[in-house]
Structure formats: C-alpha cells, structure tokens
C-alpha cells in the first residue's frame, strides 16, 4: 500500500511485523470498572499564593490571557547567519520552555491587592522559601543512570482498553513536570498527575494510574504540545493545544479540560484546513502549524483566523511535502521543519526565510526532530526510517553520525533528549528502547553508526512515545499499534470466514520508569524508615 501524504500523517498505513512472544506468566489483570470519570483537580488561586491562603478565581474559560513573555531579551542569541557560517557558540543558553519565571500577575476588577510599604517586597516566608530551595536542591541533584535497566514505577493501562482496537500514540510530560499528556487512538487527551509517592519514594504503595482529565477530539489527533511556559502554580499558563483532522486548532485548559480558543486555518479555497504539526515558539507568544508546503503562525493572545502565512516553497524551490514537525533552537532565532517528503529545513524566526535545505538521506518522510542543547546539533528521524541522524549544523548537509532503531511502519516513533543532551532515547516497532551517549560519539564525524549504550524490552509491543522527565530522572513510554488479524487462520469453513485475533498480546500502556541511580533510592527508603521508627518511638514514649 502506497504512502499518502494526507490520510497516513499519524496511522499505520501497512500491517505491522508480528509483536514479540508474551513473555512467561499470566497478563496483568485489567479491572473490569474503569471507575466514574475522574475528578478535577483543584485549581490554586495565584492571588493567594505569595500568602498561602487558600481561595478561588474565576475567569472565563473561552478567553486566552496575555502569554507569558519569554526571559529577558537573550544576550546569548545569535543570528541564524552565524549558525550556517560555523560560528561557535560561546555563550550560555537558555532552554526552550524552561519557564523558571513565573508570570507577573496583574490585578483585575473585583481582585484583592496587598499594599505594600514603598520599597517593600512581597515574598514567601523564610520557612516556605527554605523548603522550596530544599525540595528543588534534592529533586535536580540525581541525574539519569543507564548503568543498569530502569525500574518500573507505575503503569496505566485500563482507561485505555473499553475502546475496541485502542492504542496510545504518545506521551508527553508537561514542561513543569507535574502530570503527563498522552494521545491515543480513540482521539482523547488524557492527563496524569505525577503520583505523590514518586516523591517520598513510597514505590510499593503506588496504584495504578488514573487520568484526571480526559479532552475528546471529533477526529483524528494530528499533533499536541504544551504551553513552553507552563507551570502549575499559574492557572492561567496551564494549557495546551491540540490538532485534529476537519477541526480547527484548540487551546485546552489543562485544569478543567475545557477549550480556552481556537484557532482556524484557512486554505485558498477559504476552506477550514486543518494543521498536520503543532509547536509553539520558545516564549509561547506563537504558535506554529504545519500544513501542505505551508507554515502558518497564530499569535497565542489573538485566537480566530488571523494568521501569518509562510510557504516553504518559492518559485518551484524550497521544501515540498506536508510539515509534519517543528523544532525551536535554543540559543538561535531559527525553527527546523521536517516533512513528508524526507527532508528537513533551516527558517529565521523572524520571516520565516529559508537559511538552509538539509540534503534528503531519509528513507521515509520525517516524523520527529530534536535540536541539541547548544543548538549545534539537530537530530532527526523518520516513518518506515530505521536511522535517527545527527546533523552538524555549523556546517549545513552534514551528519555526524547515526543511530539505528526498527521502525516498520508509518507510525510515528518519538525519541527525547535529556536536559544536558548527553542521552538520546528511543524505542522501536518491537518495543525495545534504546540509550545512546551522543558524548562518545567523535565531534569530526568519523563514526558513522553510534552504538546504543543500553538496550532494555520497555513494552511488547511497539514503544511509540517516550518522553524525559525535565528535572527527575524519570521516563515516561507508551505502547501499541494497530492489530491486524492473521490471514491464516479462520474461526469458521465457511465462506464467511472470520479471521482469529492475533495471538500476541497487545500490550496498550502508559509506563513512568524510574532512570536514576538505584542507591539514592535505598537511600531515601533507609532515611524514611529512620524516620518513622523515630516518629513511632516517640509516640510510644
């Protein structure tokens, strides 16, 4: 079956290779009451946060705030000429969506404002700003550790399994850290909570997971990214956005699961289009969709159908194909597109010109790309494509070298960087991920193939989304395709023959895996368990 740019942007368009065997033992059970739909989480008023009161803000769910505005002007940024010259950069980057900032309140009509003496400033107290650093200071100081395989900490898979022929489609942690996105076959958006006993080590006592929003879309979801600047102590920075076949773009609200706005995009035809990618720019002023040889770029404070139009082709030359993924430098004002039609772009963020056409090497249309922290490096990867490929952008068509991964279908097979973009993971079509140490690989390119470091079974079937935890050593994966039964065999004689399911078991889950070194967690089991022994003696007393 041929690939169609249109209809095969996220399905698998072909039969999948036969799953791996069921390993021994008896599948999990799957609990047959997926329970009533879950409760909301509750919403923090930001007026009362810097006081630790507790009250309640309403605003209209439809309206789109002012977005955050990005760190200070960068003095690190460099032109995009400087990138395709070789320039080196030297200075020190900020990360896209780091969103350490949190966004200046304003007072609205019928809010309560604190005066404060001239000169005074509002601040939590020293106990609140003690603990903070202290809970920030443990969280950052373990890093990732592929010495031995990750452990399993918690799993989701029931919400998943009342839709027949359900599978998930990816993951993706929020910029925070606090909960998890996943996109899956029945066109809903789930959200996770990080379970409370991640962070008292509590392992043992962690049930299975269970979405606190669920956000349905009339078609096929294209793409979804979050807000950079998202942060769940601002209620009004919580969103995300989402992109369905023959809809418009949505803003969801990530407290209450509502759409916020949206966005339309239309073709010459002045026909609703919808977008094939979504990303939004770095300070989430922006947001930027892909369509057929076409960028279209909404401001996220106006939503309606204002946009600016950017067409990757010029006068018969340029990039051609659906856009089918962003990625935003980090240090310059430059995005990278991939398309359908395997191969990859350099643009300037300002007018969206074309700084550089990356040489077609893919075998398949591109499907995911990454720039590196120093945004030197670009890694890009593609459907039915079994390389990932690091491009050296300080010198435009070169690879420094490859990563091979089994990816036998049209899915798309996310891989993620870590924060210090030293470890590259992936998984595949067989549900193997895989780690690479891109520092081992040598900067003049003179290793074509980098091995993997680590290679671990995560899911039995295929291990389509992975995603890094921003500050945690933890992992998120999902798992599952689309399952077609085997030809061979017949339920029945007749001429109405029905064909059996597979006999693999379809492995459909959400996993949080947990990357770090194995002894800072003894650790903090032996300081939990001196401490309730202590609690215990002192009651006893």
């Not at 739909?37 to 919403?43: D, E, G, Q, S, Y």
């Not at 690190?76 to 010259?85: H, K, M, P, Q, R």
């Not at 990859?344 to 249309?365: E, I, K």
């Not at 989304?465 to 085997?486: N, V």
Request: with cysteine.
């Amino acid at each position: 079956m041929s690939e169609t740019e249109g209809e095969g942007v996220q399905d698998d368009s072909e039969p999948p290779p036969q799953a791996p065997p069921e390993p021994g033992g008896d599948p999990p059970e799957i609990a047959e009451d997926a329970g009533a739909t879950a409760a909301k989480r509750p919403r923090r008023c930001v007026e009362h946060q810097g006081s630790g009161g507790a009250g309640s803000c309403d605003y209209p769910t439809e309206q789109v705030l002012e977005p955050t505005p990005a760190d200070a002007d960068n003095g690190g940024v460099i032109t995009s000429e400087s990138t395709l010259t070789g320039q080196a950069v030297e200075e020190v980057c900020p990360q896209n969506g780091g969103g350490a900032n949190t966004p200046e309140v304003t007072a609205e009509e019928g809010e309560e404002v604190c005066d404060l003496a001239e000169g005074e400033v509002d601040r939590p107290s020293e106990v609140e700003e003690h603990e903070t650093a202290d809970s920030v200071g443990d969280k950052q100081s373990v890093s990732l550790d592929f010495e031995q395989n990750p452990q399993v900490l918690a799993t989701a898979w029931t919400d998943y399994s009342h839709v027949p022929e359900n599978y998930l489609k990816g993951c993706k942690w929020a910029p925070d850290g606090s909960c998890l996105l996943t996109n899956s076959a029945d066109n809903v958006l789930r959200l996770f909570n990080l379970p409370p006993e991640i962070y008292s080590y509590n392992w043992d006592l962690i049930p299975e997971m269970s979405p606190v929003l669920r956000m349905a879309e009339g078609d096929t979801i294209y793409d979804y990214c979050w807000y950079p600047k998202m942060t769940s102590l601002d209620a009004d920075t919580c969103f995300l956005a989402s992109s369905s076949r023959d809809n418009p773009v949505h803003m969801w609200d990530a407290f209450y699961g509502e759409v916020r706005a949206s966005f339309r995009p239309y073709n010459h035809l002045d026909e609703l289009t919808a977008a094939h990618s979504l990303c939004f720019s770095p300070d989430g002023s922006q947001l930027y969709c892909g369509f057929d040889k076409m960028v279209r770029v909404f401001y996220t404070d106006r939503p309606g159908r204002d946009c600016e139009e950017r067409p990757t082709v010029v006068k018969k030359q340029g990039q051609s194909g659906i856009i089918s993924c962003f990625s935003f430098s980090p240090c310059q004002s430059v995005y990278a597109c991939g398309s359908y039609s395997r191969c990859a772009g350099l643009y300037s963020c300002q007018d969206g010109t074309m700084l550089a056409l990356l040489p077609t090497l893919h075998h398949g249309g591109i499907t995911h790309m990454l720039f590196s922290p120093d945004g030197n490096y670009l890694y890009t990867g593609g459907r039915k494509d079994s390389e990932i490929l690091c491009w050296d952008l300080r010198e435009p068509g070169k690879v420094v070298f490859s990563m091979k991964r089994n990816v036998a279908t049209n899915q798309r097979i996310y891989f993620d960087l870590d924060a210090s973009g030293r470890y590259l993971l992936s998984g595949d079509t067989e549900g193997v991920v895989s780690v690479w140490d891109t520092h081992t690989a040598p900067p003049d390119g003179s290793e074509e193939l980098l091995q993997p470091q680590l290679r671990f079974q995560g899911h039995w079937d295929c291990t389509n989304g992975l995603s890094i935890h921003p500050f945690m050593p933890l992992l998120a994966t999902s798992s599952g395709q689309r399952q077609f039964p085997s030809p061979g065999d017949s339920d029945s004689d007749g001429d109405g023959a029905v064909m059996s399911a597979p006999v693999s078991r379809q492995d459909n889950a959400l996993c949080v895996w947990w990357a770090g070194p194995l002894a800072a967690a003894q650790d903090q089991d032996k300081e939990l368990a001196a401490t309730e022994a202590e609690s215990a003696a002192g009651l006893a007393s």
